[in-house]
């Protein structure tokens, strides 16, 4: 007779009881999620987030050395990595013309701290933010590599002020590690187009291989 699978149990962090997983007929364990996605982390204090809020404009060419918007992780080396949930890119002032625009987004190697621009982190749970995380507007950074994040946006034409606003599901496919960071910028069509941006992140302790 095969051994049972077993599995613990916990609440509140403490394992008080052992109960049988079953599973189906190939051996696969079937579990379905409690919470919507990143509630838990929410609920644990861990979701910050964070945006620019003097609109640039977007470039014309792919981004290389200057970010419209960075987030330093401040933790010391060894410390949290920020795990990047969602970007965001926001068009502020858009132009009389047919245009489209899309967010980019890199991740540095360790590097100098940026000054902070006192730029607010936000705690998705409404807590206030004791964290190291600081972020400037309009920085030099070394090019750590560029790529889009988001689908191109199109629009007709006719002014519009504000505009509207991409977001990019990144769901953990970005991660910074300590002492390094996310920089963020738009390529658009024009350079009459100006935007803000920022990211939603989770702080947690991970090996980095």
Not at 8 to 24: K, P
Not at 86 to 104: P, R
Not at 155 to 168: E, R
Request: glycine content about 12%; overall charge neutral; proline content about 3%.
């Amino acid at each position: 007779m095969a051994d049972a699978v077993q599995g613990a149990v916990r609440s509140n962090g403490v394992i008080n009881a052992q109960a049988t997983i079953a599973l189906n007929e190939r051996g696969e364990q079937l579990t379905a999620a409690g919470f919507p996605r990143g509630a838990e982390l929410v609920r644990q204090g861990k979701a910050w987030a964070t945006m620019s809020t003097s609109a640039v404009a977007g470039l014309v060419v792919r981004p290389t050395t200057v970010a419209a918007f960075e987030i330093f992780n401040g933790y010391a080396t060894g410390g949290k990595s920020l795990i990047i949930d969602q970007l965001f890119y926001f068009n502020l002032v858009s132009t009389n013309v047919v245009e489209g625009f899309s967010g980019w987004a890199a991740v540095t190697a360790a590097k100098a701290a940026v000054t902070s621009g006192s730029f607010v982190v936000r705690g998705s749970s409404g807590q206030g933010y004791g964290g190291p995380v600081i972020a400037a507007a309009g920085t030099t950074v070394i090019d750590s590599g560029w790529f889009p994040w988001t689908n191109a946006y199109q629009k007709g034409a006719g002014g519009v002020v504000p505009f509207g606003a991409v977001i990019a599901e990144v769901d953990g496919r970005l991660i910074v590690p300590p002492q390094c960071s996310l920089c963020l910028h738009v390529v658009s069509s024009l350079v009459g187009q100006t935007f803000t941006q920022g990211a939603r992140w989770y702080e947690e302790q991970i090996t980095i291989l």
